[in-house]
C-alpha cells in the first residue's frame, strides 16, 4: 500500500532509462497500485489503463522543455481525475484534480536544475498522498525513499546535496 516502495521496485528495472517519461507513468501507476491494494476506489485494470491512455497524449518526452510540464504533472491529474470524476464542468472535482495537478508541480519546479525524473517522482508521489489525506481522506503509508542509486547515470549531472535523495556518494 505504500506508493513510494512500489514506484522503487519499478526503478529497479534495468530496462528503465535515467530520464524519460516512462516515470510518469510508474508514479501514476505506484499510485493506483497502491490504491488498489488498500481497496480505495474499487480500482481495475480498466481504471489504470485509462489514467495510462490519457498519459499517452501528454506525458511526451522532451515536453518538458518545451512546454514546462513535466509529464508527471499530467499522471498525478489524471489519477485524481479518475478517482473523483473530474471533466470539464465539474466543479470541486474539477478543482480538487487542479491543485492536485499543481501541488506536484510546485513540487517539481522546486527539484529542478538539472532535470531529474526519479526525484520528481518521488516527489510527486509524496505530494499526491498527501493530498489524497487531505482532499479526499485517504490515507497511504509513505516510506522515505530510499538512497539515490542513480546520481553517477544522469546524463546532465547530478544535482547532489541539493537533491534530497543523494547521500553523498555517487554509485
Known amino acids: 500500500m505504500d506508493p513510494i516502495q512500489l514506484a522503487e521496485q519499478m526503478l529497479r528495472d534495468p530496462r528503465l532509462a535515467m530520464l524519460g517519461c516512462q516515470h510518469a507513468y510508474i508514479a501514476a501507476g505506484a499510485l493506483l497500485g497502491a490504491l488498489r491494494n488498500k481497496g ?53 472535482e474539477q478543482r480538487i484534480t487542479m491543485e492536485a495537478a499543481t501541488r506536484t508541480s510546485s513540487a517539481i519546479t522546486g527539484l529542478t536544475g538539472p532535470s531529474c525524473c526519479k526525484a520528481y517522482m518521488l516527489a510527486s508521489i509524496a505530494v499526491a498522498a498527501d493530498y489524497l ?5 485517504v490515507v497511504l503509508p509513505i516510506s522515505a525513499p530510499s538512497a539515490c542509486e542513480f546520481s553517477s547515470a544522469h546524463p546532465h549531472g547530478c544535482r547532489e546535496g ?8 555517487k554509485r
Open 133 to 137: 489525506a487531505e482532499a479526499l481522506e
Open 40 to 92: 480505495a476506489f474499487n480500482i481495475k485494470e480498466a481504471e489504470v489503463d485509462e489514467v495510462f491512455s490519457r498519459l499517452d497524449r501528454q506525458a511526451i518526452g522532451g515536453y518538458c522543455g518545451l512546454t514546462g510540464v513535466c509529464g508527471i504533472t499530467p499522471a498525478i491529474g489524471a489519477v485524481f481525475a479518475l478517482l473523483t470524476g473530474s471533466k470539464c464542468g465539474t466543479n470541486g
Open 162 to 169: 541539493q537533491c534530497p535523495y543523494f547521500t553523498g556518494e
